[in-house]
């Protein structure tokens, strides 16, 4: 193999870099009036409200470079960030992206990191609008901001779940959180052993799920398309059980989750009795996700009911009656912000 030709940041300088990095970005929203070049972007909200969420990832806490390949941890920046502006029901627009970066990080290294910001933007249809670019003393800092724009009445907040109404989730749970696992078992087995082969085999789904992951886009389409309007609404990325309880307590309700409906794939399934780890367990604290969890009215139970994506895993109870997990077996245990184990 040819070495990889390394390009110092210092030969570019600051503007050299942040014309570099950025300059094959197209615009593709109308309301991109001004985007990068100038000491600010200017946005057209097209009489919409603006949505706006942030997110800080920092080396070390919430990225391991020696699993994650730049390219995904970018595309992943991105996506973590429109999964926010989706679960509000809002259409993402824009984002900007800040970096800080120590001196170890080439222009080779940065291109790996921007073409996956770029494929981020190109599958979602956001344009890269600004950002930021320093040095920092110790390893890599990325910074997202996203901006989106809703109908004032198409807004889905936490704080909106009813008694009576179903709580749903898109997707499976617990599949990102066993793909890190494998993924930190490989790094440990490489530190000790680095001449022994990483065993990744028929684990594709899961990794993909941890260091590739997609919002659900297309979720919103199909709310629209069958004039559906959930009453309250999230992403999933600290886990199932700390996340309905950022619903049920912003809306003042109690909930029941039931076991048995929770959504765990096949793979996640086995992944999870190979580490000696309760699937349910996973999928109740596993993070990043990134599935939404919302809860609807019961009458609009039809409109979901003949499609795979969506599970209905519970119901919302009177906020006395707390948040409680039924299992299999009928017994009930209250779900807790680190969630419940079955070995407890
Ligand atoms: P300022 O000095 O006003 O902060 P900069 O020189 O940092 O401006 O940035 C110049 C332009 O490049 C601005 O439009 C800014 O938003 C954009 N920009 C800077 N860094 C990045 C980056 N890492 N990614 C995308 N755009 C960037
Ligand atoms: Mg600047």
Not at 63 to 87: E, R
Not at 266 to 294: Q, R, S, V, W
Request: aromatic content about 6%; overall charge negative; charged content about 25%.
């Amino acid at each position: 193999m040819e070495p990889k030709q390394t390009t110092p940041v210092s030969q570019l300088g600051e503007f050299g870099l942040i014309e570099h990095l950025t300059k094959n970005f197209q615009h593709v929203n109308a309301s991109t009036l001004k985007g990068i070049g100038d000491d600010a972007a200017v946005l057209d909200s097209e009489g919409k409200k603006t949505v706006v969420s942030t997110d800080l990832l920092i080396e070390g806490i919430h990225f391991d470079l020696m699993y994650t390949p730049l390219k995904h941890l970018g595309y992943k920046s991105v996506v973590v960030n429109l999964s926010d502006i989706y679960s509000m029901n809002a259409e993402p627009k824009q984002i900007t992206v800040s970096i800080a970066i120590s001196s170890r990080f080439t222009v080779e290294a940065l291109d790996e990191l921007y073409a996956g910001i770029e494929l981020a933007c190109k599958n979602y249809k956001v344009d890269l609008v600004g950002g930021d670019t320093t040095s920092s003393l110790s390893g890599l800092i990325i910074s997202v901001t996203a901006i989106g724009v809703a109908n004032a009445e198409d807004l889905v907040y936490r704080n909106g779940a009813k008694e009576g109404d179903l709580v749903c989730v898109t997707g499976d749970l617990g599949a990102a959180y066993l793909g890190l696992q494998i993924l930190e078992r490989e790094k440990r087995i490489y530190l000790e052993h680095p001449e022994v082969q990483p065993e990744l085999e028929n684990s594709d789904y899961l990794i993909g799920k941890q260091l590739k992951p997609e919002a659900r886009k297309e979720v919103l389409k199909f709310f629209k398309d069958m004039n559906l309007k959930p009453t309250s609404m999230m992403d999933l990325s600290d886990g199932l059980s700390s996340d309905i309880l950022h619903i049920c307590k912003q809306s003042g309700v109690g909930c029941e989750l039931f076991e048995a409906q929770i959504p765990v794939s096949e793979d996640a399934y086995h992944m999870a009795l190979k580490f000696n780890l309760d699937p349910i367990t996973c999928a109740l604290n596993g993070g990043e996700d990134y599935e939404l969890l919302f809860t609807i009215e019961p009458e609009d139970e039809t409109k979901i009911a003949d499609e795979d994506t969506f599970s209905i895993i519970g119901i919302i109870t009177k906020k006395e009656t707390g948040c409680v997990l039924v299992t299999r077996s009928n017994n009930r245990h209250v779900l807790k912000a680190q969630g419940w184990n079955h070995f407890e």
